[in-house]
């Protein structure tokens, strides 16, 4: 079956550490977004990549980075920089085309817990 | 920047009733796309409805359809026949039609928290 894949679920760690998000498509999409939801707040974007070995930042990048290696592959890190990181993330992927909705398929999620 | 407001935090509807959750959004542009996605409780978000600004034939997914209102800048979302299993967070989303590096983003609504009762 085509889809998204996320991990961990439900992933803990400690001040000052770094910790990375696993996000993995086979849907062939071109497009990958990484979102942060936090109650009352809807999902704001983090990064985005349209293509291999390129992405780009959204409107809440302070605090992570981003790799492309794959195309079937956007992982996201969280590091220590990130004053407030306890969220729930969303993986998101989508085709590329001028005229078309384009419309965004969503991973099941990954909540993140700083102790 | 577009913005997209959701002015209803929390709605509910009896079982069977029929709910509409609104959305008003702002833009410049002339042809833009627009979407409505549910979450239910599992937190995996799920498209319901998409329109396109150029289609004046408002869409509608079986029980779901939307009033989409260009020059009110307006996008509602109405369910028929709720059923429990509609009970979710209801986001509004927003993509502009202009090509270009940050054409593909989807700029989302606060969401509306529907409860459904049985």
């Given amino acids: ?115 | 920047a577009q913005t997209v407001t959701q002015s209803q935090p929390e709605m509910s509807v009896q079982e069977a009733e029929t709910v509409t959750l609104s959305c008003t959004y702002d833009t410049s542009e002339n042809n833009y796309y627009l979407f409505w996605y549910k979450q239910p409780p599992s937190r995996q978000m799920i498209l319901v409805i998409r329109q396109e600004a150029y289609k004046q034939q408002n869409a509608t997914e079986n029980r779901f359809s939307v009033n989409f209102q260009k020059a009110a800048k307006s996008f509602s979302l109405k369910i028929s026949d709720s059923q429990l299993g509609d009970t979710a967070m209801y986001f509004c989303a927003f993509r502009g039609g202009v090509s270009g590096a940050g054409s593909y983003q989807l700029t989302f609504g606060k969401g509306t928290k529907l409860s459904v009762i049985p």
């Avoid at chain 1, 062939?28 to 780009?56: E, K, T």
């Fill in chain 1, 1 to 115: 079956d085509g889809g998204i894949t996320q991990s961990p679920k439900y992933l803990f760690r400690k001040e000052g550490q770094n910790v990375t998000l696993s996000c993995e498509q086979n849907l062939n999409h071109d497009a990958m977004y990484w979102y942060r939801q936090d109650p009352g707040q809807g999902l704001r974007l983090i990064y985005y990549s349209q293509i291999v070995n390129d992405f780009q930042k959204g409107d809440i990048a302070e605090g992570y980075s981003v790799s492309r290696e794959k195309k079937e592959s956007f992982p996201l890190t969280v590091t220590s920089a990130q004053k407030n990181p306890t969220a729930f993330y969303l993986c998101a992927s989508s085709i590329l085309e001028l005229a078309g909705y384009n419309e965004q398929f969503f991973g099941p999620g990954t909540r993140l817990t700083v102790l």
